[in-house]
């Protein structure tokens, strides 16, 4: 009985030693695992694709309004027009569709008049008038100009498109003076340097010219 007892011991120690060899084994597995290969999630998600921007990016890269108003091409401006005419029209004494009348709209006040068009309390409550800026703003996005508009035209995106609709809708009745061009950021610096310059000579003149008197 004894020599059997002692045969399963062993057997039992046997066991429990590789059971306990095998977990050191897998403990040290993990760790080298871990060490090696991050379960991190990457900043940024996703791939970058080249040539494809970035939501916001860009945004405040290219010529401003005034820029695209003074060289705009009126008539890509009327073929934009085309997305607008399924609600608008656009002619002296047109009718109002879906949308109001647009002769004459530059310049005009904003959500007023357009012979009794029921304009949505979010244009009717907006004041001011719809200035080139205004008129930008709302053809980027209508709903964020005013929010609770019925207009249900998401906007255009492309802001030359944007300044060659309003200067072609500038000639249906309105013929406003369109802004001059923004200085070039560049001729503003050669201005600022050539003034510096400009200053610094006169004074380093007004002490030779006190010296002579």
Request: with cysteine; charged share 15%.
């Amino acid at each position: 009985m004894q020599g059997k007892s002692s045969e399963m011991g062993d057997r039992f120690n046997t066991v429990a030693g590789w059971a306990l060899f095998a977990g050191i084994i897998a403990l040290g597995g993990a760790i080298v695992s871990s060490k090696y290969f991050h379960d991190e999630r990457p900043e940024p998600m996703g791939y970058a694709i080249e040539g494809v921007e970035a939501e916001g990016e860009g945004a405040a890269s290219g010529p401003g309004l005034n820029t695209l108003l003074a060289s705009a091409d009126v008539a890509a401006g009327e073929k934009v027009f085309a997305k607008c005419a399924a609600c608008h029209t656009i002619t002296s004494g047109g009718a109002n569709g879906i949308g109001p009348n647009l002769y004459a709209t530059v310049g005009e006040e904003i959500g007023k008049g357009k012979a009794g068009f029921a304009f949505s309390a979010a244009l009717s409550g907006k004041g001011g008038s719809w200035t080139f800026e205004n008129l930008d703003h709302w053809l980027k996005s209508p709903r964020e100009f005013a929010p609770g508009t019925k207009m249900t035209f998401a906007g255009l995106g492309n802001p030359v498109d944007r300044a060659n609709l309003i200067a072609w809708m500038n000639t249906q009745g309105s013929n406003l003076p369109l802004p001059a061009a923004d200085a070039a950021p560049a001729a503003e610096g050669a201005n600022a340097a050539e003034a510096e310059a400009g200053n610094a000579a006169n004074a380093s003149e007004a002490p030779a010219a006190n010296a002579a008197e």
